[in-house]
């Protein structure tokens, strides 16, 4: 098993990305929807940042599988986090893909304002890493955003939070270790 977090930009299949980072966001949708070995990560918070951005993603036709049927569970993500009150759901809305939303407070416990990211998205998403961390042995937070990927001071991330930084990969969508891991795991679940 591994923990996944997906930056909104690791979703959408097009926009102002390069053809192989595009391609590859299809191609991790075609892989993702098979895997049985994967959880999915999210918070409140990343769930209604997706909301504002579905329409996005609705524009890309055709929506790689996964992504298709990320947009259909988004209903009831939303409905999910807005009756939990902020405590742990677990879930499977996505085909084999597990998805947790993780409690508010253990997600907020991660103070990340200080290493180099300015977007509260950005944050977000790495503290959702973070509190992924203390559950999974490897964790991939997948963004397309160059900035995110150039502007985190990985260094002082590590000072802070070095047993959960240990277990996470920060990774482009086009990253080849990262498909071919998935690539690995589709064919093989067990070896994740």
């Known amino acids: 098993m591994f923990g ?25 949708g075609r892989l993702l929807i098979n895997l049985k070995c994967a959880t999915l990560y999210f918070s409140s918070y990343l769930i209604k940042v997706y909301w504002t951005k579905k329409e996005e993603l609705k524009r890309h ?7 298709a049927r990320f947009l259909i ?36 416990s991660y103070d990340v ?21 203390l559950r999974q042995k490897k964790v991939f937070l997948v ?4 900035h995110f990927l150039q502007d985190l001071n990985w ?12 277990r996470i990969e920060i990774v482009a969508p086009n990253d080849p270790n990262f ?3 998935l690539i690995a795991c589709s064919s093989e679940p067990s070896i994740a």
């Open 155 to 166: 260094n002082k991330l590590l000072r802070k939070y070095r047993a959960e930084c240990q």
């Open 113 to 133: 304002s200080d290493v180099g990211l300015t977007e509260e998205e950005d944050r977000e998403v790495l503290r959702i890493a973070l509190a992924s961390a």
């Open 61 to 67: 036709h055709p929506l790689p599988p996964f992504q």
């Open 4 to 28: 996944l977090v997906l930056d909104p930009s690791a979703l959408i299949p097009c926009g102002e990305k390069s053809e192989e980072v595009k391609e590859a966001i299809r191609e991790m």
């Open 73 to 108: 569970a988004l209903s009831e993500l939303i409905r999910i986090t807005q009756s939990s009150r902020g405590l742990l759901c677990k879930i499977n809305l996505i085909a084999g893909v597990k998805s947790h939303v993780l409690e508010k407070t253990r997600v907020e």
């Open 143 to 146: 963004s397309a955003d160059r």
């Open 179 to 181: 498909m071919n891991f």
